[in-house]
């Protein structure tokens, strides 16, 4: 363990993000030092910052998953549209989310994302959300279960947000301001 270590402390790597990646991920510094290496290699090949805690999640991932394995997804990616480097992009943002929930990437944007997405920006710029979700948690679950929790719930409140997700009105069309993230 030492010696990989001292591979992330050659990197720079701060040791704030040595401790996460040794009480969180230990599995990773655990592995054969030939395998370790390589990882580490993979993900500065793929653009990640060794300075950066996402240096870190990406060799989580990176180390969890074979050869194999993120070539089928990049491929997958692929065939949905995607480049290359929109493919490196997305998982140097958020490479543990889109390991983890690769289906959102399969939803529509105009039938569910925006929809979706619009009624619980509306939702949270007046205030009325008090939890947090996750993306994937609002876009995988079934219409009716989303419809009836944040339309409806919500329907006295803000009168027109059923039109909103159906797109009958759009955010720009509302009264009220977004801040701006």
Known sequence: MLLKIS???ALEVPQSSISVLVSCHPCVVCQKPENFNK????????????????????LQVISKMTKSTWEHKKEVYRRWGWTEDEILLAF?????????VPGVLTLSL??????????????????????????SSLLITIDSY????????????????????????????????????
């Open 7 to 9: 591979v992330l402390r």
């Open 39 to 58: 990882d580490v290699e993979e993900v500065i090949s793929l653009g990640f910052n060794p300075t950066t805690l996402a240096f870190v999640n990406g």
């Open 92 to 100: 140097r943002k958020k490479p543990t989310y889109l390991a983890r």
């Open 110 to 135: 105009e039938q569910r994302i925006i929809p979706r997405c619009s009624v619980i920006r509306v939702l949270m710029a007046k205030g009325l959300l008090k939890k947090k979700f996750t993306l």
């Open 146 to 181: 989303f419809i009836s929790r944040f339309v409806i719930n919500y329907q006295e409140t803000v009168p027109r947000l059923l039109d909103i997700f159906q797109g009958k009105l759009s955010l720009q069309e509302l009264d009220f301001q977004f801040e701006e993230k």
